[in-house]
């Protein structure tokens, strides 16, 4: 009994979480490698059917095939189904089944989701559950509405519904997989749509939605537009998402004005920008050539990729939160100041530490990823192989054309990239160690040079 209780004890709710992931990429793999999945003439083998499976599971959008020519729409609706479990959580699904089937939620489950949804307390986490339900539901069906109604005029009706479907969940979990290769050619994305002002802002809508995270969500849902009763997590969300968006947008403009956009009309300059700024926020779509882009666009969309979206959302990369928290964090180091303050509110010196954590372990892991990959494909592109790590490890999807290129154990690296960056990098090194007690006697403390 005290074995058993023992192994129960080092099963911690992050490796419940890693193994849970696991187990769904792994099914999703063997689904995608039965014959119905793929396209008659077309072959898929172990690698390219567990790499897409990952890249689902952790609404990534990295592709070595195109999803619209090679795969069935039985294929196509696994990767669908894949990507909504990725996106709102295994775990999330299976306590809103439960729930369906009138079951208990155990004190135990209620901690695995917890810690799945990155909620601040066990206390409400149920009721989370289930107005993320409500929401998903609400926004994805609408997006879909919107959508088939442009693409039906396009594809026809059956098509165009499924089109509408297809990339409402897409977009709202924040995944990149898209359905265009067989109208405007293989891996365009909504190149073909830049000037679309519905398609562009339906995807945005449900882009931003389902990055902003499902505590901002019950947190709006309670105190409406009333600023002052926000949680201060909801506060630094929303203004860090809204400060990101303005930023990349202008950003965006000014160094593409005379390259990818040069020749647009001015309404179609300003939606290529803003919808580069969102997407690039953990997405993956794009409506201008990512290949294409600048250096300078190139290194701002990686920057974007790594902060990603916010935490407990659809969205990767070490989050909005995390990186504000650190630049006030540094600030306050500058200015000498007591404690780190944000909108009259002092952070906690552990959320400090963890955000630290997570941007080290995070840029440690893609700069390891880097080296190794150019150094067995020396032939790359450094810009091009750094961009598609930080894709990888912020679950964006964007690429600027190389996955394709890469070599097996390069697409292995990437593979894990998208799969800890869906789990996140500080739990993935938490899913390996044991959690120690604090020494009763520490060593004694000596001062050092820094800087």
Not at 60 to 85: E, Y
Not at 102 to 107: E, F, P
Not at 171 to 187: E, H, I, P, Q, T
């Amino acid at each position: 009994m005290k074995f058993l209780n023992k192994i129960q004890d080092k099963i911690t709710y992050v490796r419940i979480i890693a193994v849970g992931y696991l187990t769904v990429i792994l099914t999703g793999t063997l689904l995608l490698l039965l014959p119905a999945a793929t396209r008659a003439g077309e072959r898929t083998g172990v690698l390219t059917a567990l790499f897409t499976a990952t890249s689902a599971t952790c609404v990534t959008g990295l592709v070595v095939v195109d999803t619209a020519t090679h795969w069935t729409a039985f294929g196509q609706m696994v990767i669908l189904l894949m990507i909504q479990i990725g996106g709102l959580g295994f775990m999330t699904l299976g306590v809103l089944l439960a729930l369906i089937l009138r079951k208990r939620i155990s004190l135990r489950t209620r901690g695995i989701l917890q810690e799945s949804m990155n909620y601040m307390q066990l206390g409400g986490v149920v009721r989370l559950v289930k107005i993320t339900f409500w929401g998903t539901f609400l926004f994805e069906g609408c997006g879909a509405v919107l959508l088939a109604a442009r693409f039906i005029p396009v594809f026809g009706i059956a098509k165009g519904i499924l089109y509408g479907i297809f990339h409402s969940v897409s977009a709202f979990c924040n995944a990149g997989f898209d359905l265009m290769g067989g109208y405007s050619g293989k891996y365009s994305s909504f190149v073909e749509f830049h000037g679309d002002i519905l398609i562009n802002f339906v995807l945005m809508a449900l882009i931003i939605l389902g990055g902003i995270g499902f505590f901002v969500w019950s947190d709006l849902k309670k105190n409406g537009c009333r600023w002052k009763r926000y949680m201060l997590h909801t506060k630094i969300t929303l203004f860090t998402t809204v400060l990101l968006l303005v930023a990349g947008t202008v950003l965006y403009f000014l160094f593409e004005n005379d390259n990818l956009l040069a020749g647009m009309s001015g309404k179609d300059k300003f939606l290529a920008a803003l919808f580069s700024s969102v997407t690039a926020r953990t997405a993956g779509f794009n409506t201008i050539d990512t290949g294409g882009l600048t250096g300078a666009s190139k290194l701002l969309t990686m920057l974007l990729m790594f902060i990603g979206g916010s935490p407990g959302s659809t969205a990767g990369g070490i989050k909005t939160v995390t990186a504000l928290v650190l630049v006030a964090y540094v600030w306050s180091n500058l200015r000498k100041s007591k404690g780190v303050n944000m909108f009259q509110r002092r952070l906690d010196d552990d959320v400090i530490r963890k955000a630290s954590n997570v941007v080290v372990l995070s840029m440690l892991m893609a700069v390891i990823s880097v080296i190794f990959i150019c150094f067995i494909q020396p032939y790359l592109p450094v810009e091009d192989v750094m961009f598609e790590v930080f894709s990888a490890i912020g679950t964006v999807g964007m690429s600027t054309g190389l996955t394709r290129d890469l070599s097996t154990a390069s697409r292995i690296v990437i593979i894990l990239l998208m799969y800890c960056g869906r789990i996140g990098s500080m739990s993935f090194a938490l899913s390996f160690t044991e959690r120690k007690k604090v020494a009763p006697v520490q060593f004694p403390v000596e001062k050092i040079m820094i800087g």
